[in-house]
């Protein structure tokens, strides 16, 4: 593990900008190796009062709406105003292999270019909803290296709508237009978690279509309770291809951040997402321990053969597995 000295230094290499030190660090938080974690909470020490002064925006839809190129779109026309963005996407890891597609930089090409601009794909690694547990961190990094808007791309899949949102300022659900069912196949739990609806792909055949589906929305937002009671969430559309309506879509961001800023809403949020992030981290840290436990890893397989074989109730099991890491004492049944 380094030093003091060489934490310091990698700190202020990240806060002057060094983009080779913010990879470098970024792959440090994602380390799972003990030395490497020692090392991440060191540097993350010298990094947390420089950081929190950004917007944070999740975008998240379904395979095939167009979040990339919306993305890169959307990240440039922010840049043309001066800010800096940095782009958080996280891939789907493979259950079997642990692997991960890691193709942003690809998809988003002019963008991945642009020196006020940050790509950073990474893996999953099986946390639930698709968010890597390190993303939080990895959004902390970059703003304390100047990036004054961070977007976090998930992979619109299962709960990743409900992980993003827990992470971020506001959250934007891209929609594509369909044949008048639009409503069809979208939970309304993930609706009510949307600041803003945007109906992607706005052009061409589909312009007609994606008129309906934003009278659509609109209606059923009215009808849902919003998640802010400061905010009343909006439905868009816009074509990432043609760049049409983009500006707009920033603008509302922009209203939205001054609304919550002057109600107070938007440092609440922020300070409930810092104590959810600290139970979180409990969790995650006391499932590798216990995992990792000699008394357990011995236990384990056994008793998960008899749980399957409805020799010993789930319940049972849990409190042999517990109390094998010291934490309960056995309970008779």
């Not at 816009?238 to 920033?250: H, M, N, T």
């Not at 056994?302 to 042999?320: D, F, R, W």
Request: aromatic content about 4%.
């Amino acid at each position: 593990m380094a030093g003091v000295a060489s934490v310091e230094t990698q700190a202020q290499a990240i806060r002057s900008g060094d983009r080779r030190a913010l990879a470098r660090a970024i792959t440090l938080i994602e380390s799972t190796r003990a030395d490497h974690r020692a090392q991440a909470e060191a540097l993350m020490a010298e990094l947390l009062p420089f950081s929190g002064k950004s917007i944070r925006i999740g975008i998240s839809g379904v395979p095939g709406v167009g979040k990339s190129t919306f993305i890169e779109t959307f990240g440039l026309r922010i840049i043309e105003q001066s800010h800096n963005v940095a782009v958080l996407a996280v891939d789907p890891s493979s259950p079997r292999t642990g692997g991960s597609i890691l193709g942003d930089k690809t998809r988003m090409e002019e963008l991945s270019k642009h020196q006020s601009a940050f790509i950073r794909p990474s893996p999953s690694s099986g946390t639930l909803g698709g968010v890597a547990r390190r993303t939080r961190e990895a959004m902390l990094i970059t703003e304390a290296a100047g990036f004054d808007v961070v977007i976090v791309e998930t992979v619109g899949v299962g709960q990743s709508e409900i992980a993003v949102a827990g992470l971020v300022d506001m959250f934007i659900l891209l929609i594509v237009p369909g044949g008048g069912d639009e409503l069809q196949g979208i939970k309304k739990g993930i609706v009510e978690l949307a600041d803003l609806i945007v109906v992607n792909k706005a052009d061409g055949d589909l312009l007609a279509a994606a008129g309906r589906a934003k009278r659509d929305y609109g209606a059923a937002l009215h009808l849902l309770r919003a998640s802010n009671r400061d905010w009343s969430p909006k439905v868009m559309t816009c074509s990432s291809l043609e760049r049409d309506g983009i500006g707009e879509i920033w603008s509302v961001v922009q209203e939205f951040q001054a609304l919550t800023g002057q109600s107070g809403t938007f440092d609440i949020r922020r300070a409930d997402q810092a104590k959810s992030w600290m139970w979180d981290e409990v969790n995650e840290t006391l499932s590798s321990a216990l995992r990792s436990h000699p008394q357990v890893e011995k236990l384990l397989p056994k008793l998960e053969q008899n749980v399957k074989m409805g020799e010993i109730s789930p319940a049972k099991a849990a409190t042999q597995v517990l109390s094998a890491f010291g934490v309960l004492k056995d309970i008779e049944t």
